[in-house]
């Protein structure tokens, strides 16, 4: 049966000429690809990497990531992608957490590495970098001029092959832990909903260690044989020129890109006819900018994924006429190797129009959480992945997630959704981003209270924001408070860390 290595193997004897990957001048065959991932396989078993032991990498996006990503994979070795934003603390953690004993790091984070070592890394831990950095060697100079022989091939689908670490927007992070079956059936699900192609011509701007660009686009994209084009990071120009240069067919972005992209003056001047899906998800999108990207990307086939990294990260997700349809839904439905149910507080499926817990069960959904049976067990119940998404059930079908479980507001005995406040918000022209938070109030229980960034040279009121939501919803849930930021918090992903803002505000 296929693994995460062998997929790259079988493309490569399958399309060998063809461009695997592209970042910045290089470009790389399949055949050459495969060759790469066989040397720094070759060399790190050579040091000591085995079958089930954790290679956990700290690096932005880049070819060197995807050749380190395909041969811990190919040795069968446990891959945990780390943020590559993570402070010294946080990297210690997550190498403590996995039992790693393997961390490759890329040259440009050198500093934290350092740091984390101050007071002494993990027993046992080998460290190696991605590229030229004092004090440490190069797996990549180490493994260039190696023979580039094929590891044996003992890796199972059954076997553990990745742990995803969930962002901590509420605590410290957890480590969902998937075996190479469950992360196939993510591709294939994800190569079904949203019709990748072979031959696909991938654009990556979300950053790789995420599991939404890792599982979604690069292990998908490889299966069938896409060329990957990898940027380091996201800038809206650049993503525009390589669109139109490279010929893109499918990109993946996270909300608030989209929106850069459509504050470009530009855009409609150019070529994206290869362009012919769009796919966005991480982190919800305001109704009114999937409206205008309707408008100003006509041809091109916008999809819409939500998923959970406890999930694969599958879930739910919108087709073309869907988004369409409803562009303020989150889903129509599951992907095809998942159900989901919306649920009440007492297990009970939820009649139209009324809101629940979203929970999913199917191929895709992780084993547990990694040296966590406590939390495994509050999170997988009876086979149903328990997501802590409040999603309201339409008379359609469709659904929308309204906020999550602990971020509900509770005002005057009345739940207010911060999702659908922050909807409300998010269309007035002067706003920028907004997220929406609840603050202790002795009297109503919680205050809501309204956190925006505003267009350059712009002020607005709080009976402003208040008069225009009120077209929108109910006056119950209008904000009594109103607080302007140069910018509001968030993770790499795209959502927004909530705890950090009431932290600061609160």
């Keep these: 049966m296929p693994t995460i290595g062998s997929t790259l193997r079988s493309t490569a004897a399958r399309v060998p000429e063809r461009t695997a990957l592209v970042f910045g001048d290089t470009r790389h065959t399949y055949r050459e690809l495969n060759r790469a991932v066989d040397q720094v396989a070759g060399l790190l078993v050579e ?88 004090g440490y060697q190069d797996l990549m100079a180490l493994a260039v001029d190696r023979p580039a022989t094929p590891i044996d091939d003992t890796v199972l689908e059954s076997d553990d092959a990745q742990i995803l670490y969930t962002s901590g927007t509420t605590g410290k992070p957890k480590g969902a832990l998937f075996d190479h079956h469950r992360v196939l059936w993510t591709a294939v699900s994800v190569i079904s909903a949203c019709g990748i192609k072979d031959a696909d011509r991938m654009l990556h701007v979300a950053p790789l260690y995420h599991a939404a660009e890792l599982c979604l686009m690069l292990i998908p994209g490889t299966l069938v044989g896409a060329t990957h084009v990898v940027h380091a990071g996201f800038d809206p120009v650049k993503t525009l020129d390589t669109l139109e240069r490279e010929r893109i067919t499918m990109f993946f972005g996270v909300p608030t890109m989209y929106q850069f992209l459509l504050r470009q003056p530009d855009l409609a001047e150019r070529d994206l006819t290869a362009w012919r899906t769009a796919i966005f998800g991480a982190a919800p999108m305001p109704p009114t900018a999937v409206e205008q990207l309707v408008v100003t990307l006509p041809n091109v086939n916008i999809i819409q994924l939500c998923g959970q990294t406890e999930a694969g990260p599958s879930g739910i997700f919108s087709d073309r006429d869907q988004v369409r349809a409803r562009p303020d839904s989150s889903g129509r439905q599951a992907l095809v190797t998942a159900e989901c149910r919306v649920i009440d507080t007492d297990g009970n499926d939820v009649a139209a129009g009324e809101a629940g817990e979203l929970i999913l069960r199917g191929e895709t959904m992780m084993k547990g959480y990694w040296n966590n049976p406590v939390a495994t067990a509050d999170t997988i119940i009876d086979g149903w992945l328990h997501t802590g998404d409040i999603c309201r059930l339409d008379a359609d079908g469709f659904m929308t997630i309204i906020d999550r479980l602990k971020d509900m507001i509770i005002t005057g005995g009345r739940n207010v959704y911060s999702i659908e406040v922050e909807g409300a918000i998010a269309a007035h022209p002067r706003v920028l981003d907004v997220a929406v938070i609840g603050r202790p109030h002795d009297e109503y229980g919680e205050s809501i209270v309204a956190v925006v960034t505003l267009d350059e040279g712009t002020t607005i009121t709080l009976d402003e924001l208040r008069e225009f939501a009120a077209e929108k919803i109910a006056r119950y849930k209008l904000p009594h408070e109103l607080v302007v930021l140069d910018s509001i918090p968030r993770n790499p992903s795209g959502k927004i860390l909530k705890r950090n803002l009431r932290e600061s505000i609160v």
Excluded: M, Q
Aim: net charge positive; charged share 20%.
């Design 47 to 134: 040091r000591g990497l085995r079958k089930g032991d954790r290679f956990a990498l700290l690096a932005t996006s880049s070819d060197r990531f995807v050749v380190a990503f395909y041969a811990a994979h190919r040795i069968g070795a446990i891959f945990v992608p780390i943020n590559p934003a993570s402070s010294a603390p946080e990297l210690d953690y997550i190498l403590r957490d996995s039992g790693a004993t393997f961390l490759a790091f890329d040259p440009t984070l050198t500093k934290t590495v350092a740091a984390a070592s101050t007071n002494g890394f993990p027993e046992g831990l080998r460290v190696l970098a991605l590229g030229a950095a004092e």
